[in-house]
C-alpha cells in the first residue's frame, strides 16, 4: 500500500542477512512494557487500594475523593507507551515474514531503498502466469491500542485479468498503464494459511489466462 509522504525508493532483492536487526527502544520509568514500569503501575495500585480500603472504614467521601484523584494517574501508566509508536517496517516486518519465507520457497526478499536506508521489506513471487507477481509484505492498522502489522497480499496482474478472490481485496492501478494491482488482506495470516493462499491464487491464475488465450488466438 503505497504512501504518499515516503521519497521515492527503488525495490531491490537482498538476502535475508542483509535486514537490520530492530534498534533498541528507549523505556520510560512508567512505561509497562518495561519491568520498572510493571513494577511501578502494581506498587501504585496495592498502595491505593490499601489506602482506599482503609479510608472506606473511617470516611466514604474521602475514600470516593482518593479514587477520582487517582484516576489522573492512569494516564501515566496507560499512555505513551513505547508499544504505542509506529511498527519498524523491516525488523518487525521481518519478524512476522521470515515463518512465510520458509513456507514458500520460491519467494525471494526485496526491500525499499532510499539511498542507503531500507525502508521496507516484502516477499516476492514471480510466477510467470496471468499473475505477474504476488508480494507479501506487511500492512500498518491502527487501532485503540496503538499501531500493528498485519500481512497483506499485492497481487500485479495485467489489466484486463480478473481474479475471483474470496478475501477481502480492493483493485488499484499499477506500476505501469497495463498492470493493475489487487491489495488482498487475507482472513488467516499464519504462514501455512498463507501459503495455502499463494497456492490457491496460481491456480486461480490458470484459470483466468486460457480464456484470455482463446481470444487472442
Do not use: Y
Amino acid at each position: 500500500r503505497p504512501d504518499a509522504e515516503r521519497a521515492p525508493g527503488r525495490w531491490l532483492a537482498i538476502p535475508a542477512s542483509a535486514i537490520p536487526a530492530a534498534a533498541p527502544r528507549a523505556l520510560g520509568p512508567c512505561d509497562v512494557a518495561s519491568r520498572l514500569g510493571k513494577i511501578l503501575a502494581s506498587v501504585t495500585a496495592v498502595a491505593l487500594g490499601v489506602a482506599f480500603a482503609a479510608l472506606l472504614r473511617t470516611d466514604v467521601r474521602a475514600a470516593i475523593a482518593l479514587a477520582i484523584n487517582a484516576a489522573v494517574l492512569l494516564p501515566l501508566f496507560a499512555t505513551g507507551s513505547a508499544r504505542q509508536l509506529p511498527p519498524d517496517r523491516v525488523a518487525d516486518a521481518w519478524r512476522i515474514l521470515a515463518p512465510i519465507a520458509g513456507e514458500l520457497p520460491s519467494a525471494r526478499v526485496i526491500a525499499r531503498s532510499v539511498g542507503r536506508t531500507i525502508d521496507e521489506v516484502r516477499l516476492r513471487i514471480d510466477p510467470k502466469t496471468a499473475i505477474r507477481t504476488i508480494e507479501i509484505g506487511c500492512a500498518v492498522v491502527h487501532g485503540p491500542g496503538g499501531s500493528r502489522l498485519v500481512p497483506e497480499l499485492l497481487v500485479r496482474v495485467d489489466a484486463g485479468v480478473k481474479l475471483a478472490l474470496a478475501d477481502e481485496h480492493m483493485v488499484a492501478l499499477g506500476r505501469t498503464d497495463d498492470e493493475r494491482t489487487i491489495c488482498v488482506h487475507p482472513t488467516a495470516t499464519d504462514p501455512k494459511s498463507l501459503r495455502a493462499g499463494v497456492e490457491a491464487l496460481l491456480a486461480l491464475a490458470e484459470t483466468s489466462r486460457k480464456p484470455l488465450e482463446r481470444a487472442a488466438a
